[in-house]
C-alpha cells in the first residue's frame, strides 16, 4: 500500500505542480514576465507539501481501512490526471469573455465513472496500477524539466531609470491604449471639455482603421507599417516587422535613444531597450511568488471536477488569490494604469540625445474591472457600454496626466506624441448607422488615434483623413523627420481582417480570418464589402 500510495501523491503533486503549470505557462507567456525555471522552486515546494499530505493521511488511516485509502487515492490521482491532462480547460487571463460553468449530469456521471474504474483496476492490479502512475509523474517531470532548460527566454533586465524617464531636447511619445475604440474617445472628449483641453495641440483622427481584431496582428502594422494576409505565417511576420523594422530602430539608427515598455510575445525591436511593466512597479521576488501562486490556481481549476470549476475559477482570479497581497497589481487594467502614473511622476529632462519611447498600455482592454474612481473592482463585472466607457475614461486621464508632467517639465513643445489603439473592442459602435451585430465589427475596425507633432498647441482639430493602422510608422517618420518613409499613403480601400481569438494562436502557424474590404468610413455599413455573422462576444487579444 506505501508504494501505491506514495505513487497517487507523486502523480497529484507532478500534474498540479508541473506538468499544468508547463502547459499553462507556454501558452500565455504575456502573463509572466520570469523564465518557467524562477517559478519551479516554489512548485517543488508545493510538490513536496502535496506528497507529504498523502503520505501522512495513508499512515493515520485505521489499518483495516488502510488499503482502500490508499485505492481511493491513486483514484484521485487518475481522476486529476484525466481532468488536468487529457480534458483540461483554456480559460485564458486576458480574454474578456464570460466564462459559464454549466455543469450536466453526463459530466458528473463520465467523473464517476473514471473513479470507479480507475479504483477497481489499482484494487486488482496494485503494483502494476502504481508503477504506471510512478510512470505518468516521471513524464510530468521530464517534460516540465526539459521545458525549463531549453527556454530561450530571459529574466528582465533591471531598469534603467535614467534612461527610461529621462527626455531630451527632441522626443517621441507613443502612448498605445489597447482596445480603445475611437467612438468611445469620442464619446469621452465630447461629455467633458476638460479632456480636450488636456489634449493642447493634438489632431484627433476618427477616420482611422484597424487591421485587425486583436494586437497580435496589429503590432507588426504600428512598428513596421506590415499588412497581413491571410494564410501567412504569423511568427516570422511578427519577428520582422517588430523586431527587425520597427519604426524604433530605424529612430535608433538617427542617434535616438529607444525605448519600448511592454514588448508582445518578447520580440524587442532591434537597437532598442526592452521593459516589462511588472518589472518597473514590483521585485522579482514577488513576481515570483505571484506568478507560482496563479500557476497552482490553474492547476486546481484544471484538476478540479466539474462541479467545482467555478469556484476554482474564482472570476479569474484562480484559487490562492488572497496570497498574492496588493504589491503587484491583479489585473492588467489596473497595472497600466499605474505604471502611466509612475511614468508622470519621474518623467524629466535630462538626456543628451533625442528619445522615442512607446509605451504600450494593456488598458483599456476587456474585461472591464475599474469602477467609479478608477478604483479596481475586484474581478471582472459585466462589459455594458457605461461601464467601458468608465474605463476607457480612466486610461485617457492616467495619459493625460502624463501630458501635464511633461508641460511641467518643459517637454511638451519637444515632443511628438501619439496616442492610439491598436483595435476597438466588443462594444458595438454609437457612431454605426445600421443597427445588428456587425455594429461591433465597425468599433473593432474603428480604433482611437490622434497625433500631437512638437511644438503644436492649441484647441484639438479633428480630421476626417482616411488613414489605416499600416501608416502609423510613415506618420512617425513624417513628424519627427529622422526616418522614412514619410509619405502617408491614399487608401482608397483598407481590408480588416476578424476572427475568433484562441490563446493557442500565440503559438500557431496561422490564424483563421475572414477578411473584409472596408471602401469608406468603418461607421457605415454600406463601406463594408459584405458583413457576414461574427461571434456574439469576439476576440480579446
Not at 529607444?258 to 537597437?271: F, Q, R, T
Not at 461601464?387 to 496626466?401: H, I, N, P, S
Request: hydrophobic share 45%.
Amino acid at each position: 500500500m506505501r508504494l501505491l500510495t506514495i505513487a497517487s501523491g507523486l502523480l497529484i503533486a507532478t500534474v498540479l505542480c508541473f506538468a499544468v503549470p508547463r502547459d499553462f505557462y507556454f501558452g500565455n507567456t504575456l502573463e509572466f514576465p520570469l523564465r518557467f525555471s524562477s517559478y519551479l522552486p516554489l512548485l517543488a515546494g508545493a510538490a513536496v507539501a502535496i506528497i507529504a499530505v498523502a503520505v501522512a493521511v495513508a499512515a493515520i488511516a485505521p489499518r483495516a481501512i488502510r488499503k482502500w485509502v490508499a485505492v481511493a487515492l491513486g483514484a484521485v490521482a487518475v481522476l486529476v490526471y484525466v481532468n488536468a491532462m487529457a480534458i483540461g480547460t483554456d480559460v485564458g487571463t486576458l480574454t474578456g469573455k464570460p466564462v459559464a460553468f454549466n455543469v450536466g449530469n453526463g459530466q458528473l456521471l463520465a467523473e464517476v465513472a473514471i473513479f470507479v474504474v480507475a479504483a477497481v483496476i489499482l484494487a486488482k492490479a496494485r503494483k502494476f496500477a502504481s508503477m504506471a502512475l510512478f510512470i505518468l509523474a516521471a513524464g510530468n517531470l521530464t517534460t516540465a524539466g526539459y521545458a525549463a532548460i531549453t527556454e530561450s527566454k530571459e529574466n528582465p533586465s533591471i531598469p534603467d531609470e535614467g534612461k527610461l524617464y529621462s527626455m531630451g531636447d527632441k522626443n517621441l511619445l507613443v502612448v498605445l491604449l489597447d482596445g480603445f475604440p475611437s467612438d468611445v474617445f469620442g464619446q469621452i472628449i465630447k461629455s467633458d471639455g476638460k479632456h480636450k483641453a488636456a489634449l493642447d495641440g493634438f489632431t484627433y483622427f476618427d477616420n482611422m482603421a484597424a487591421i485587425s481584431a486583436t494586437t497580435y496582428l496589429a503590432l507588426p502594422s504600428i512598428h513596421g507599417g506590415a499588412i497581413y494576409h491571410p494564410g501567412q505565417p504569423l511568427r516570422p511576420y511578427f519577428t520582422d516587422a517588430v523586431g527587425r523594422n520597427s519604426f524604433l530602430t530605424r529612430l535608433a539608427a538617427a542617434s535616438y535613444d529607444s525605448v519600448l515598455v511592454n514588448p508582445m510575445l518578447g520580440v524587442c525591436p532591434d537597437s532598442t531597450t526592452c521593459y516589462l511593466p511588472e518589472t518597473l512597479l514590483t521585485s522579482q521576488a514577488e513576481m515570483r511568488w505571484t506568478g507560482a501562486l496563479t500557476l497552482l490556481g490553474v492547476s486546481v481549476f484544471r484538476a478540479a471536477p466539474a462541479a467545482y470549476k467555478e469556484a476554482a475559477y474564482n472570476q479569474g482570479s484562480w484559487a490562492f488569490a488572497e496570497l498574492k497581497g496588493d504589491t503587484i497589481p491583479k489585473d492588467h487594467n489596473v497595472e497600466g494604469i499605474k505604471f502611466l502614473d509612475l511614468f508622470s511622476q519621474r518623467v524629466k529632462a535630462g538626456s543628451d540625445r533625442p528619445t522615442a519611447k512607446f509605451l504600450h498600455v494593456l488598458t483599456p482592454h476587456l474585461p472591464v474591472v475599474l469602477g467609479d474612481g478608477c478604483v479596481y473592482t475586484g474581478g471582472p463585472i459585466p462589459a455594458l457600454r457605461e461601464a467601458f466607457v468608465r474605463q476607457a475614461g480612466c486610461a485617457l486621464e492616467a495619459f493625460e496626466k502624463v501630458a501635464s508632467s511633461l508641460k511641467e517639465a518643459g517637454l511638451y513643445d519637444k515632443t511628438t506624441i501619439v496616442l492610439l489603439a491598436d483595435h476597438g473592442q466588443a462594444i458595438p459602435s454609437i457612431k454605426a448607422d445600421v443597427p445588428g451585430e456587425w455594429q461591433k465589427l465597425s468599433g473593432w475596425a474603428n480604433p482611437m488615434f490622434a497625433v500631437k507633432p512638437a511644438g503644436s498647441r492649441g484647441e484639438m482639430k479633428i480630421s476626417t483623413d482616411s488613414l489605416w493602422l499600416p501608416d502609423i510608422p510613415v506618420i512617425i517618420c513624417r513628424e519627427t523627420g529622422d526616418c522614412g518613409p514619410k509619405t502617408v499613403a491614399k487608401h482608397e480601400t483598407r481590408t480588416f481582417n476578424y476572427y475568433d481569438w484562441k490563446n493557442e494562436y500565440w503559438n500557431a502557424d496561422s490564424i483563421p480570418v475572414a477578411q473584409y474590404t472596408l471602401n469608406g468610413v468603418p461607421w457605415l455599413k454600406r463601406s463594408w464589402s459584405e458583413v457576414r455573422d461574427i461571434g456574439s462576444v469576439g476576440p480579446a487579444n
